[in-house]
Structures are given as C-alpha cells and as structure tokens.
C-alpha cells in the first residue's frame, strides 16, 4: 500500500497531554474471508488486518481493526455495477450511519463505519482506515473516483487526512471542524487534497465555528458551508442530506 506521510503540523483530535502513544494489539483475530456472502440491505462487521507499518509520524500502526459494512438495496442484482462508497470517522470510535442513514440508503452506497479511527494517536487511526479501505476495495464493488469520506469532529479531520492516503476520492465532508494540518501561521495544508467536492457543516454555537471560514479561505470556491442552529455535534439530518447532496451532484457520472 503506498503511502502519504505529511509532515507538516497537526490539529490533532482531542486527546490528554500526557495519553501515551497508543499500539494496537499484535493480530490474533483472523481477517473476515472475502469469500463470506453479503446480504443486500444489511450491516456487518468487517474483520481486517493492517500487515505494513512504517517509521514516519503518519505510519499505521499494525495490528487487527474492524469496520461496519453496509450493503446496499441491490448490490446482488448486477454483479458488473460499481458502487458509490462513504468512510465515516466518529471522534468516539465505533462510527455508525447516524443521521446519515436514510440518504446513504436511498442514494445506494456502500458505508464503511471504521471502529478503532477515534480521537487519539494518529496512528492507529490510519491504520484502521487503511486496512478497512482494502479490504472493502477486494470485497466490494467500489466505484473509483466516488468514494466520499466523512466525520464529526476528530473524525472530520481524519476524513481529510484518509483522502490523500488512498486514491479514488472524489468528496469529502467536514463536520464540526476542519482540516488535519496546519501551516505555521494557523491556516490549513490543503495542497494534497485533490477532490473536487467538498462540503461543512457546523453549528452557530459550536467551539470549532471559526473553522468553517478557514475551510472556505482554504478550498474557496470548491466548498459549499451548511450552518445550523446548534453547538459541537454531528450536523442534523436535513442540514446534512444538503451537504451529501452538493457533493454527491459534484461527483464522475
């Protein structure tokens, strides 16, 4: 797996100053066969292992993760169609479809939930993104150039981060923060993040609000910002159908 090692300052996800470098467990679970049947309109837990790590800051850290998979209305009905695919990062862990739901169901993705990606070291947060991303890519019919990456939070920028480590992003939506990486001066690295469609969403009261303005200073015309009445929390479902909207008309036919 080729990967991108930033080296630049982090806007890390919250975590205590004295948290030390976590490391995820050696692998004793074994990876979920590709071979086990999948069941259109259902959610299960995906088993992957991440064999590669590294010696830059940004290295996976190896070891076993998990991820939900959602499988969509249809899937089975033409083996030759590719799918639209959606990674979501949860500052908790354990991320879910959430608000999300009823629009990824209707709009016929795939949904990558990561379980270990949560505020914290970096590392087992790549890791976990980037074992979920191949196994998903061998298990499933992903439509290259249409896979949108999402979160809330520590997860919003890790989604930024997840779209310059694997190829095939076309979206990326932030919710209730910004970018993974700063400049010296305070505003954001957006140099290698190539997609073209890009939303945010945040609330009027929420701590990161000034966010939303350094996103759209950074990704001008490429970003469109939702605001909500609200404070730090995942954006609401009709502000965040509008988000997935905006990107989703902004991606390959």
Known sequence: VALLFLTTAKAAPTSKPDEAKATQKP???????LTVPLKDGTEMRITCVQKVGGSGKDAPTPGVYHYRLWVPEGYSADP?????TIFIADPSGKAKLGAM???IKEHGYIAVMLEESKNGPWEPTIGNFLS???DVVKRMRVAEGKKVATGFSGGARASSLFVTLAPGFGGLVFQGAGCSDLNPDGSYVVKDIKVKAI????GKKDM??????????A???RIEIFEFEGGHQWAPKEIIEQALDEVDGKLPK
């Open 80 to 84: 030759k169609k590719t799918w639209k």
């Open 27 to 33: 692998a004793q679970e074994t990876a979920t066969p």
């Open 199 to 202: 939303a945010g969403t945040f």
């Open 219 to 221: 990704f001008g015309a």
């Open 101 to 103: 739901s009823d629009w």
């Open 132 to 134: 979920a991303h191949e």
């Open 208 to 217: 990161n609000y000034s966010n939303a303005a350094k996103l759209k200073k």
